[in-house]
C-alpha cells in the first residue's frame, strides 16, 4: 500500500471539506516512535462525517465492506490504495479526542494530527473489551505507550476500569489490587 499517497490525499479531502481527524491504529503508534507491521490505515472522525466520507471513499473506488454508527471499512481494488478503517465519534467524546490531537510527523515530512496517547491506550482497553483475541498486540502496544514520557497514569486506570479491564492494568504496571 502507498501509505503516503493516501494519507496526503485524504488529509487534503478533510483539510477542504472541514472535517476534524485523528490518526489511530498503526500509525499513531509509529508516530510515538513504534513501528509495528500494518496493512491499513485507521482515523477516528466526528459521526456526523460519515456519509460524506463514504461517498468521497466509494467515489475514489473504495468498496465498503462493514459500516455500523461507530465504524467503516473500505478498501479498493488496487493494491497499493489499500484498506482504510474508520472509527466515529461523536459529544463529549469527540470534544475531548480532538482537543488533545497532536501534529506530528509520520512520513517523511507529512505532519498529521495524532490521538494523544492517552486516548489511543483507551481505543485499544475498547478493542480488547469487544475482542480477547486482540489482548496480545494490544497489551504489547499499550505497554509501550505507558513508556512514553507524561502519560497520565490515573486517566488510564480510569479508562482500564471503565472498560472492565482493571486486572490488565495491574499486569501491565506489576501491582495488586
Known amino acids: 500500500m502507498k501509505f503516503k499517497n493516501v494519507l496526503q490525499l485524504l488529509a487534503n479531502h478533510f483539510k477542504q471539506e472541514k472535517i476534524d481527524y485523528a490518526l489511530i491504529g498503526a500509525f499513531a503508534l509509529k508516530a510515538y516512535g513504534y ?3 500494518t496493512q491499513d490505515v485507521d482515523f477516528l472522525v466526528r459521526n456526523k462525517h460519515q456519509d ?5 471513499l466509494e467515489s475514489l473506488g473504495y ?4 459500516r455500523s454508527v461507530g465504524y467503516s471499512n473500505h478498501v479498493h481494488p488496487v493494491s497499493k490504495l489499500g484498506r482504510i478503517d474508520f472509527v466515529y465519534v ?4 469527540a470534544k475531548n479526542i480532538f482537543r488533545e490531537t497532536r501534529w506530528l510527523f509520520i512520513l517523511g515530512d507529512l505532519s498529521l494530527p495524532i490521538i494523544s496517547p492517552e486516548h489511543l491506550i ?4 475498547f478493542a480488547m473489551k469487544n475482542d480477547p483475541d486482540r489482548v496480545f498486540r494490544e497489551m504489547a502496544d499499550i505497554k509501550y505507550i505507558l513508556s512514553l514520557p507524561g502519560i497520565d497514569m490515573e486517566v488510564i486506570k480510569k479508562y482500564f476500569k471503565k472498560y472492565g479491564q482493571l486486572e490488565r492494568y495491574y499486569e501491565l504496571i506489576g501491582e495488586k489490587e
Do not use: E
Not at 63 to 66: C, E, G, L, R
Open 122 to 125: 483507551a481505543l485499544k482497553i
Open 90 to 93: 461523536k459529544g463529549q467524546t
Open 35 to 37: 513501528v509495528r507491521a
Open 52 to 56: 460524506k466520507i463514504i461517498a468521497y
Open 63 to 66: 468498496k465498503t465492506i462493514y
